[in-house]
């Protein structure tokens, strides 16, 4: 796999990076109404032995915060001293979304929808042209990560084109609970990545403007179980979670307006018919319960508890067997538990 850095030296904004070498890279995006410029951080390390190029990215989406604090602690490892290969650390893309809490760039456009980009178009395509040719062509596979939408929470979850050999043995290394065959959107960075032949995971995990410590420690842990997958890390045995794999996801709707009070969490069975939540009028006389339409684990959960009719709620994947995903959603939780003793960085809470 190793074709981008089999010994030679990476440039990246003008800049060369050896073997052996660790370098800060500020990439030039735009300027401000002020003139004053804006750039995206890069942390390139690049190992004193051969092996492949990987590229870690976060706040693609402005507003979703979890992974830039994942690449912060990952830069922290002390494993890195032994790197095979080339990291490549982005921890925001989308760095005027980051600044202004956005999900989206100044522009209103989705970023994740503007790829491969243009270098004479909208504040988005350009931004989407300068990370494919300054980071994805460069790179053999990469990790984006990603969190819910605002007011909405998202279980630890991988989403990727498992039909692809290479991206389902990523994809499983990765440790997730649950892995989604995920379909290429038109304009998303995975499917430039797939165009370029870069296999790609997106992490999923957490809700946007929160930090969350499960899905934080998960996604270091996943991120480096890719690497000894890669042989980028030296292996050792550690616990692993065996991943679920579903094909069908679908989201339960509001049937009307009013005061949703959830009662069942992320990362829960249902079984079809199971009342995942009410939602009534502020005196509670007009009561409607809503119901799972068909059995699964739930995925994703709106946090907010107004809703407008119509309005998605419940996140559900399906599987053939419920019960081995609710099985591995368990023992995932409990190998995430926060061990205040042991850990190198201490925990948000």
């Given at each position: 796999?190793?074709?981008?850095?089999?010994?030679?030296?990476?440039?990246?904004?003008?800049?060369?990076?050896?073997?052996?070498?660790?370098?800060?890279?500020?990439?030039?995006?735009?300027?401000?109404?002020?003139?004053?410029?804006?750039?995206?951080?890069?942390?390139?390390?690049?190992?004193?032995?051969?092996?492949?190029?990987?590229?870690v990215s976060a706040a693609v989406h402005g507003d979703e915060i979890n992974g830039v604090e994942i690449v912060r602690r990952l830069l922290h490892l002390p494993q890195l001293k032994s790197?095979?290969?080339?990291?490549?650390?982005?921890?925001?893309?989308?760095?005027?979304?980051?600044?202004?809490?956005?999900?989206?760039?100044?522009?209103?456009?989705?970023?994740?929808?503007?790829?491969?980009?243009?270098?004479?178009?909208?504040?988005?395509?350009?931004?989407?042209?300068?990370?494919?040719?300054?980071?994805?062509?460069?790179?053999?596979?990469?990790?984006?990560?990603?969190?819910?939408?605002?007011?909405?929470?998202?279980?630890?979850?991988?989403?990727?084109?498992?039909?692809?050999?290479?991206?389902?043995?990523?994809?499983?290394?990765?440790?997730?609970?649950?892995?989604?065959?995920?379909?290429?959107?038109?304009?998303?960075?995975?499917?430039?990545?797939?165009?370029?032949?870069?296999?790609?995971?997106?992490?999923?995990?957490?809700?946007?403007?929160?930090?969350d410590e499960t899905s934080i420690r998960a996604g270091v842990r996943g991120v480096t179980h890719v690497m000894r997958e890669l042989g980028m890390l030296p292996k050792r045995k550690t616990?692993?979670?065996?991943?679920?794999?579903?094909?069908?996801?679908?989201?339960?709707?509001?049937?009307?307006?009013?005061?949703?009070?959830?009662?069942?969490?992320?990362?829960?069975?249902?079984?079809?018919?199971?009342?995942?939540?009410?939602?009534?009028?502020?005196?509670?006389?007009?009561?409607?319960?809503?119901?799972?339409?068909?059995?699964?684990?739930?995925?994703?959960?709106?946090?907010?508890?107004?809703?407008?009719?119509?309005?998605?709620?419940?996140?559900?994947?399906?599987?053939?067997?419920?019960?081995?995903?609710?099985?591995?959603?368990?023992?995932?939780?409990?190998?995430?538990?926060?061990?205040?003793?042991?850990?190198?960085?201490?925990?948000?809470?």
């Amino acid at each position: 796999m190793a074709k981008a850095t089999a010994g030679k030296v990476l440039t990246i904004g003008g800049q060369q990076i050896a073997p052996g070498e660790r370098k800060a890279i500020d990439l030039h995006v735009a300027q401000l109404y002020t003139h004053s410029p804006v750039t995206m951080p890069v942390e390139v390390i690049c190992g004193k032995k051969p092996g492949p190029t990987l590229f870690v990215s976060a706040a693609v989406h402005g507003d979703e915060i979890n992974g830039v604090e994942i690449v912060r602690r990952l830069l922290h490892l002390p494993q890195l001293k032994s790197l095979k290969g080339t990291l490549i650390a982005v921890p925001i893309v989308n760095v005027r979304g980051f600044l202004s809490q956005s999900r989206y760039c100044p522009d209103r456009r989705d970023l994740n929808r503007s790829f491969p980009g243009s270098e004479r178009g909208s504040v988005a395509a350009r931004l989407a042209h300068l990370f494919a040719t300054e980071i994805v062509t460069k790179a053999d596979c990469g990790i984006d990560l990603h969190t819910g939408a605002i007011h909405r929470g998202n279980l630890p979850q991988i989403r990727a084109n498992l039909d692809d050999p290479e991206t389902a043995r990523l994809a499983k290394a990765f440790g997730t609970p649950i892995n989604i065959n995920s379909n290429l959107r038109d304009g998303s960075l995975r499917e430039f990545a797939a165009s370029q032949g870069v296999p790609m995971l997106l992490y999923e995990a957490g809700e946007a403007l929160r930090f969350d410590e499960t899905s934080i420690r998960a996604g270091v842990r996943g991120v480096t179980h890719v690497m000894r997958e890669l042989g980028m890390l030296p292996k050792r045995k550690t616990k692993a979670v065996e991943p679920v794999v579903a094909r069908a996801s679908g989201w339960i709707r509001a049937e009307q307006s009013g005061i949703l009070r959830p009662l069942m969490a992320l990362g829960e069975r249902v079984k079809k018919g199971d009342v995942l939540a009410t939602i009534s009028d502020p005196f509670g006389k007009n009561e409607l319960p809503l119901t799972a339409r068909y059995g699964g684990i739930i995925i994703g959960r709106l946090n907010l508890p107004l809703v407008n009719e119509g309005d998605a709620v419940f996140h559900i994947a399906r599987f053939e067997s419920a019960g081995e995903a609710e099985s591995t959603v368990d023992e995932f939780q409990e190998v995430h538990e926060i061990d205040t003793v042991h850990e190198q960085q201490p925990p948000v809470v």
